[in-house]
């Protein structure tokens, strides 16, 4: 079973910019969409970016230009990067393929605080 395991995250103030890292313990970018859920304390887990197997990338309205999703397949990583952080955006992050979101199988995430 392919292994996700998320890093990247940590405290951050309101403004500021955070890369999150995604690596995958096999090559699966090039058969699997890729996508990026974040779910904070009391709330439900939410879609904040994804990634196809054609590049076609897609993001909600509450993100939308301020994170962006990318891939390097050589290296087995996916990546957010996310700007103008918000203290909204504080959440665990994970990512995930379609499979594993419908298998509801999930890795650690990593957390990310926006506070002052």
């Known amino acids: 079973q392919v292994q996700l395991v998320e890093s990247g995250g940590g405290l951050v103030q309101p403004g500021g910019s955070l890369r999150l890292s995604c690596a995958a313990s096999?090559?699966?970018?090039?058969?699997?969409?890729m996508g990026w859920y974040r779910q904070a304390p009391g709330k439900q887990r939410e879609l904040v970016a994804l990634?196809?197997?054609?590049?076609?990338?897609n993001y909600p309205d509450s993100v939308k230009g301020r994170f962006t999703i990318s891939r390097d397949n050589a290296k087995n990583t996916v990546y957010l990067q996310m700007n103008s952080l918000k203290p909204e955006d504080t959440a665990v992050y994970y990512c995930?393929?379609?499979?594993?979101?419908?298998?509801?199988?999930w890795g650690q995430g990593t957390q990310v605080t926006v506070s002052s």
């Open positions: 990634i196809t197997t054609g590049g076609s990338t």
């Open positions: 096999e090559s699966i970018f090039s058969i699997n969409d």
């Open positions: 995930n393929t379609r499979r594993g979101t419908y298998r509801d199988h």
